[in-house]
């Protein structure tokens, strides 16, 4: 079956440009400090010029090399989201899957905790947090992680309800099945579409989050952030700075998030079980 | 108000490939009368009915045309269809509450049409709505109620009264009765005889035999887009013609039959055409078989030829090729290439005398394809005497014999051989009629070297094999290696059915097969000759002294009494209700009861009277004289002068 | 016996319990984090900002945050709209909120209507015309649209429109100082207010679009939009009051989970066009470290969510008579 998946999502338009993005951007955030051509802290450049051989991007009001800028700044950005995203995921599943299973009070309990959650701006908490604490960007990841896990764990949380009736599940425990071999051999590999979905939208959501904290300005100055390139950078609209310092940081961003959105519209669209279109639709 | 469909085909366009819902449909439904649409899933039945209402999805292709009243109906026109679309037709579907919007409560959704159709007041629809719907047994209450409220009963209810609330002129009930109770059937029955009654002109499909007998006036056999058979509803438990019909009968449980399920071998096709740029009109390109989900093929359909000849019990070579239409045949329309269910065996005037005694009387016996006849009679009734001249073993002294539309009397002369391996036969006693000197392999393999069919040894291995896992045993070494008298009789009768099929025969005559088994052995075996005759297709000739055993496993049942036949006739009307009061004594102590109409008497009888009037208690002075012929009555032939027809 | 209580009880007391202790958790926890912070916080308070206290300010501010009033009258102060003084803007914060309120309401509330209704419509008919090149057309462009965040339109809008083009004001919500009649004057907001709801709107409306459209499509399938076809009704009304009708819940449902995250966006956007709402507010208190604004609203907003978020809720289950009436 995960052979033919895999066939399946190449064949559709959105997932190969979200993949060729994502190649590139991975690649991007490897070897970003190898590509810097300087330092980007490095301020002894002549501010505010414009584009040269050696200064692609031109050069900041900081005197900082732009290009060099970018590539620490997309790999922060990637980086938080990956983090943010991954620990959402770990988060949502587990309690999703634990609320599934086993149902009950545990299940009210923790399904109230999501809600609770999810009504909870997570922006004001982070903005509040990042304010007074002033703590490192990975623990804000993490933060933001504890407020996106409550709609995968409601995914999961679905999905298991809906499996654990299934009737192999219960062949399986009719045979002697323990607990954890139904749960890891049964309900792990039919939840596998769903945790690439949650990642992928997490993902993109915390990159989002990212960019929109530094442009506020609630990141440390002296980390490179494509958000807080913007906002330098709008600072100076009048001088002629469109091209080279203003429009790559915009464009990386809305690229990095596009890339995240196609991949994951176009999972969602071929491997949410829900939405098949299948030729027996058609009552003959 | 009439509704033609006329060579109607509907074609749904996929990606690559096409499959054909429809072809070439045509259906007369006049006023005041109910056609019944019968047919599996995957016939096509959803999708004439959505044809009708122009409702099929924009990937189908459609020809042909249908005509309310004699005027066309453009299906183009979208408006003037939609005027159409329930004030003169309406429609109940299949799937009760799926049907409603959930959101909607009831009585608007049933309002609606008057609402937005008729332009009504709302409250005005509302009352109209709320009377039509308590007419239907739904009370104020319910009215007011979501679907995901109310019972599958009451649901139907609502559909039906929602589709009546314009007095459409035709209505179309897509398997009203499925999964409902007996209140609802009543009351969908009502429905249509009230309309009936008004002259409205009703479509019903169904899959429910006796509810689709009991309701409507013709009846349709629907198969994979094809009609099949067309029949007055009358027709359709007991001469059916089409062997499609036939076989689906069998597989219905009924309450007066006792024939266990039989079912249909093998699968039905999967009608996909590769789409190659094909426009309207354009003759179709070959056909393939595509199964989506398996990766093996099913069989290859033909172009043309019929689509039912995988699984028919009397297919021949000229039904994968030759094109087939339907032909009228008495008051039926039947689509078969053989002209409907043939007579594979036809016996005329078939008697037999041994010196001054007489076995068997001139009889007339015909058995069809693919049908179970059992000959039930008393020990000297004559039955193994016509079973033996059936197989070609005895030759009578007079009559006809005709054996897949030939004279039998001429082949036997000719080539005996091959009308041997037409006939399987199993006799009484196997023990007796298996060699104590062969193995079990020698035994089922005579046949084969008989017939010179026994030149590569592998593959005569190979049949015999395949024959003993038909009739469930073992296939190894030391079986084959076993001697009669190491088995035990049921294995051995079982071999010696095997025998008798070794060679594909299309006709089994088996002669009291289970008499000499205990009845746990017996039961296993009948089972098993049962589920042979629904794999293999084979027609069979069961002789049997227990009207009992003959319920269980035959379509129609001949009685014979003192070398004649008395009864002949469908085996569920003679069970139900027998004609030949000797019928009626054999059932009376197969149940163990005192026999009702015989006593008992002498048996030599006088060669001109009847033959039970010895012991028949409603004799009278001309049974003793005067031998009554057989005569139809009540749809079965039977041979009295006073027989008991239920006043 | 758990089981007992949490069914015998009307569905819709369990959800205000939880919100109202959500909202009685986020405000507890507002009052206690400062108390939580290392003792001289307030004097690096403002430190790293320009503002400088008095030696006097300096003193009241610690007191307003070492007293120990007890979480009731705390309470009360907050209903009672007493929320601190910032000494960054000199103001009583109460009164700084109130006068952004307005923007940030008008803004977020027009663009959130517009995207939303907008976004429907469009969904519904898109889904109607399925396989259309219109549909594929539209849904391809729209996925490439979601992708781009608030940040990257609101600056292009504001460098094209604004700066290069200069049709509209790049900044404010009206022309300061300005003595205007009050139709003139709702011209000006209108100007003014164009470019900010275009972003936003252009930010919202791929997501409602596609969400729209894909309920659409779902609905479109089911057995009873066929019934309503049969029965001839007018197409219109076989696609909005069946189709939409049904299409129109998961739509409710996923907004609310959406909104506390729409938030972020409207923030930014309020930045970039120096639009004078809580985003703004918010944004200078931040740079100024005025910790009595920055918590407030950052609370009172929160709170103001949950209580939209709470009412959707019970939109949803008044529109949705499955909910009420499930066995």
Redo the contacts between chains.
């Keep these: 079956m995960r052979i033919r998946l895999g066939k399946e999502l190449f064949e559709d338009r959105?997932f190969t440009a979200g993949f060729v993005l994502a190649v590139f951007f991975a690649a991007l955030t490897l070897f970003g400090p190898l590509l810097a051509p300087y330092d980007p802290w490095n301020m002894s450049f002549e501010p505010i010029s414009a584009p040269t051989v050696e200064h692609l991007l031109g050069i900041n009001d900081g005197g900082q090399d732009i290009f060099s800028e970018l590539l620490y700044a997309i790999r922060n950005t990637v980086v938080f989201g990956m983090i943010s995203g991954f620990v959402a995921l770990g988060l949502g599943v587990f309690i999703g899957l634990t609320a599934g299973w086993f149902g009950?009070?545990v299940d009210?309990i923790l399904m109230?905790l999501a809600?609770?959650l999810?009504?909870?701006?997570?922006?004001?908490?982070l903005?509040?947090t990042a304010?007074?604490f002033r703590p490192k960007p990975v623990v804000l990841a993490l933060i933001l992680a504890g407020?996106m896990w409550p709609?995968i764990s409601k995914t999961i949380r679905a999905q298991t309800l809906s499996i654990r009736e299934g009737l192999h599940i219960r062949a399986a425990k009719q045979m002697g099945g323990s607990d954890w071999h139904v749960i890891h051999r049964h309900l792990m590999p039919e939840l596998f579409p769903l945790y690439l979905i949650g990642f992928a939208a997490k993902c993109r959501?915390a990159m989002?989050?990212e960019?929109?904290l530094a442009?506020?300005?609630?990141f440390d100055p002296s980390r490179k952030s494509i958000?807080m390139m913007?906002s330098y950078a709008?600072k100076y609209?009048?001088l002629d700075i469109?091209w080279n310092w203003?429009l790559p940081p915009?464009?990386c961003?809305?690229?990095l998030?596009?890339?995240?959105?196609?991949l994951a519209?176009s999972l969602e669209k071929v491997l949410d079980p829900r939405?098949k279109n299948t030729?027996k639709?058609?009552?003959? | 108000m009439s509704l033609s469909i006329d060579r109607l085909s509907v074609l749904y366009q996929e990606n690559s490939h096409a499959i054909q819902a429809l072809e070439e449909i045509s259906l007369e439904l006049n006023s005041g009368k109910c056609l019944s649409l019968i047919g599996e899933s995957g016939s096509g039945k959803t999708t004439l009915a959505l044809s009708c209402l122009g409702l099929l999805p924009k990937n189908a292709l459609i020809e042909g045309k249908i005509s309310l009243d004699g005027r066309q109906i453009d299906y183009s026109d979208e408006t003037s269809i939609n005027q159409m679309r329930w004030d003169r037709m309406s429609i109940v579907f299949q799937n009760g509450a799926a049907n409603l919007n959930p959101v909607h409560r009831i009585i608007d959704q049933v309002a609606e049409p008057l609402i937005y159709r008729k332009n009504l007041g709302r409250a005005e629809a509302i009352v109209i709505a709320a009377q039509t719907m308590s007419e239907f047994g739904l009370n104020h209450d319910e009215c007011n109620r979501f679907p995901q409220q109310l019972s599958g009963g009451q649901i139907q209810r609502a559909l039906l009264a929602m589709a009546l609330i314009m007095d459409p002129e035709v209505l179309i009930l897509d398997e009203p009765t499925s999964g409902l109770d007996a209140v609802t059937k009543t009351i969908v029955a009502n429905v249509i005889r009230t309309a009936r009654s008004k002259n409205k002109s009703i479509l019903l499909i169904t899959h429910d035999l006796e509810f689709a007998v009991h309701n409507s006036d013709t009846i349709a056999m629907l198969y994979l887009g094809q009609i099949m058979e067309k029949l007055p509803s009358g027709d359709l438990f007991n001469s059916p013609l089409h062997p499609y019909t036939m076989a689906l009968v069998r597989s219905y449980p009924a309450m007066n039959t006792a024939r266990d399920l039989g079912g249909i071998r093998g699968d039905a096709f999967y009608r996909t055409m590769h789409q190659h740029g094909r426009k309207k009109g354009d003759a179709y390109s070959h056909i393939h078989i595509q199964s989506p989900d398996y990766e093996h093929e099913s069989g290859h359909a033909p172009p043309t030829g019929c689509i039912f000849q995988n699984r028919c019990t009397q297919a021949v070579d000229s039904c994968r090729t030759e094109p087939v239409a339907l032909e009228t045949i008495g008051d039926h329309q039947v689509r078969c290439i053989r002209h409907g269910i043939v007579s594979l065996l036809s016996l005329k005037k078939v008697e037999k005398k041994y010196g001054n005694v007489v076995a068997l009387r001139p009889t007339d016996l015909t058995i069809k394809a693919g049908e179970v006849f059992s000959l039930v009679g008393e020990t000297g009734s004559g039955k193994t005497t016509l079973a033996m001249i059936a197989a070609g073993v005895l030759k009578p002294e007079n009559g006809t014999r005709v054996f897949d539309g030939q004279d039998m009397d001429k082949w036997i002369r000719s080539d005996y051989k091959s009308l041997a391996r037409q006939t399987g036969v199993v006799f009484q006693n196997p023990a007796e009629s298996i060699s104590h000197r062969f193995t079990v392999f020698d035994a089922v393999a005579e046949p084969l070297k008989i017939h010179g069919l026994y030149h590569n040894e592998g593959e005569s291995h190979k049949k015999v094999k395949e024959v003993l896992s038909h009739v469930h045993l073992s296939t190894d070494k030391s079986f084959l290696g076993r001697y009669p008298h190491e088995l035990n009789m049921g294995a051995l009768q079982r071999v010696s059915i095997a025998r008798a099929l070794v060679l594909n025969p299309s006709l089994l005559i088996a002669d009291e097969p289970t008499s000499s088994l205990d009845p746990s052995v017996q039961a296993k075996v009948l089972k098993l000759l049962l589920d042979l005759q629904t794999e293999l297709g084979l027609s069979m000739l069961f002789v049997t002294h227990d009207i009992g055993l003959a319920r269980k496993i035959s379509d129609r049942i001949g009685v014979m009494l003192q070398g004649q036949l008395v009864e002949i006739g469908p085996a569920s009307l003679i069970i139900d209700r027998p004609t030949h009061p000797y019928t009626q004594l054999l059932i009376d102590s197969a149940c163990g009861l005192s026999p009702a109409f015989s006593h008992p008497g002498p048996d030599v009888v006088d060669n001109h009277g009847c033959p039970f009037s010895a012991r028949c208690s409603r004799v009278k002075d001309i049974c003793k004289h005067k031998n009554p012929p057989l005569l139809e009555r009540d749809q079965r032939l039977a041979a009295c002068h006073f027989p008991l027809i239920l006043e | 016996m758990i089981d007992r209580i949490t069914h015998s009880a009307p569905r819709w007391l369990g959800m205000v319990i939880a919100f109202g202790l959500t909202a009685l958790v986020m405000i507890y926890l507002s009052y206690l984090l400062p108390r939580l912070l290392p003792g001289d916080f307030v004097t690096s308070m403002y430190s790293s900002s320009q503002v400088t206290l008095t030696a006097e300010q300096e003193t009241e501010l610690r007191a307003y945050y070492t007293e120990e009033p007890g979480f009731y009258r705390y309470l009360a102060r907050l209903a009672g709209l007493d929320w601190g003084y910032s000494y960054a803007f000199l103001t009583p914060v109460s009164t700084l909120f109130f006068s952004a309120l307005p923007w940030t309401l008008l803004l977020l509330g027009t663009a959130h209507i517009v995207s939303m209704f907008i976004g429907f419509v469009v969904g519904v008919e898109t889904a109607w015309r399925r396989n259309s090149r219109l549909e594929k057309g539209m849904v391809s462009f729209m996925t490439i649209l979601e992708g781009v965040p608030e940040i990257s339109t609101g600056v292009i809008l504001l460098v094209l429109f604004a700066l290069h083009l200069e049709w509209f004001p790049a900044a404010g919500a009206n022309t300061a100082y300005a003595e205007l009649s009050s139709c003139a004057w709702l011209i000006d907001i209108g100007h003014h207010l164009v470019l900010p709801l275009a972003t936003l709107v252009i930010a919202y409306f791929p997501g409602n679009f596609l969400l729209a459209r894909n309920s659409m499509v779902t609905v479109i399938k089911q057995a009873y939009i066929t019934t309503a076809r049969a029965k001839g009704l007018p197409a219109r009304r076989v696609r909005y009051a069946h189709g939409a009708r049904n299409a129109l819940l998961p739509l409710v449902t996923r907004f609310g989970l959406r909104l506390a995250f729409m938030i972020t966006g409207a923030l930014v956007v309020e930045r970039i066009f120096s639009y004078p709402g809580l985003g703004t507010l918010l944004f200078n208190a931040i740079k100024a470290r005025d910790l009595p604004v920055i918590q407030s609203v950052a609370l009172i907003s929160s709170l103001m969510v949950l209580a939209i978020i709470l009412g959707l809720e019970i939109i949803y289950r008044i529109i949705d008579p499955r909910v009420e009436y499930a066995h």
């Design positions: 959105w009950g009070l009210i109230r809600d609770v999810l009504a909870i701006p997570a922006i004001m908490i903005i509040l304010a007074l407020f709609t959501m989002f989050m960019a929109s442009f506020l300005g609630l958000g913007i709008m609209y009048y469109w203003l915009i464009a961003l809305s690229l998030i596009m890339t995240v959105t196609f519209i939405l030729l639709e058609r009552a003959i």
